[in-house]
């Protein structure tokens, strides 16, 4: 059984369009997380939500809208699409909301915008 | 500068060989340390995670970390094949710190590592 799962795996699209990616978990956890992981695998924090509200929110574009319409899954919509937008994108989640619990990462989303 | 630093590498070292992946961090609030692994094409799974100063060791992996000089290794003992994969070191603040701290775990960019027969 998959803990934390993404579709799709790849996504490939021209500049200016809108996409989603969605994300599910059955671990019964919490709290989930989207991270971009960009070329030279530095791996970064955008989103978190915890039982459907957002508690954390990087600096990130607001063309990014994450959504969560229950616990156990959180969405990314991506307007406007830029070529800096590139990156594989992580899907994760935790137990709880505390920087202690382990945080169990999906596959990842390859986006690349042309 | 990044809050988290970490040599991106390459390693390449042969079957055997004690390898040390190493994180320096400039953030004193830091205080829960984890070392994920990453297979090509996958996401991160949890290695070694430790709170406090000192070592900590898991079959042939140690963790150690360095609180007075911000700085944090892993150690690979017997490395094999299998071991070959993206190594990230991450941290995050003690966790009844609350508030924007939750769940908030900052990364290095990771070393990669390939172990050759």
Known sequence: DTAVSQTPKY????????KSIKCEQNLGHDTMYWYK???KKFLKIMFSYNNKELIINETVPNRFSPKSPDKAHLNLHINSLELGDSAVYFC?????????DTQYFGPGTRLTVL | QKEVEQDP????????????LNCTYSNSAFQYFMWYRQYSRKGPELLMYTYSS???EDGRFTAQ??????????FIRDSQPSDSATYLCAMSPAPNAGGTSYGKLTFGQGTILTVHP
């Open chain 1, 11 to 18: 996504l490939v699209t021209q500049m200016g369009n809108d």
């Open chain 1, 37 to 39: 992981q960009d070329s």
């Open chain 1, 92 to 100: 994760a989640s935790s137990p709880r909301k505390t920087s202690t």
């Open chain 2, 9 to 20: 590498g390459p390693l390449s070292v042969p079957e055997g060989a004690i390898v040390s």
């Open chain 2, 54 to 56: 000192g070592n900590k």
């Open chain 2, 65 to 74: 970390v360095d609180k007075s000089s911000k700085y944090i290794s892993l």
